[in-house]
């Protein structure tokens, strides 16, 4: 089992910065894909950015140039760097785990946290 936890959301104006990070516990993180969701009211949960355990990254168009997903192995943890944000960005942000290949399918991770709240105001 691993439990995921997240932290770092809040209020921020347009043009913000925040940093989430995910701390996990109960495995090391080092041997999974670790993936970046979110969800605003009203949709469904939507891919945001990936790593690999090798270091490749991955983002969806959106975040693409203002987003920056990193991990520290030896911290058992990941980071999303969100700059330049945008009111469009206000969701509650997941971070998930999975082994495999597939990084933005939100179907394939086994492992979720509980979720911080990211809110952008204009």
């Known amino acids: 089992q691993v439990q995921l936890v997240e932290s770092g959301g809040g209020l921020v104006q347009a043009g913000g910065s925040l940093r989430l990070s995910c701390a996990a516990s109960?495995?090391?993180?080092?041997?999974?894909?670790m993936g970046w969701f979110r969800q605003a009211p009203g949709k469904e949960r939507e891919f945001v950015a990936a790593?690999?355990?090798?270091?490749?990254?991955y983002y969806a168009d959106s975040v693409k140039g203002r987003f920056t997903v990193s991990r520290d192995n030896a911290k058992n943890t990941v980071y999303l760097q969100m700059n330049n944000l945008k009111p469009a960005d206000t969701a509650v942000y997941y971070c998930?785990?999975?082994?495999?290949?597939?990084?933005?399918?939100?179907?394939?991770?086994?492992?979720w946290g509980q979720g911080t709240q990211v809110t952008v105001s204009s």
């Open positions: 998930a785990a999975r082994t495999g290949i597939s990084y933005s399918n939100v179907n394939a991770y086994v492992y």
């Open positions: 109960g495995r090391t993180l080092s041997n999974y894909v």
């Open positions: 790593i690999r355990s090798g270091g490749s990254t």
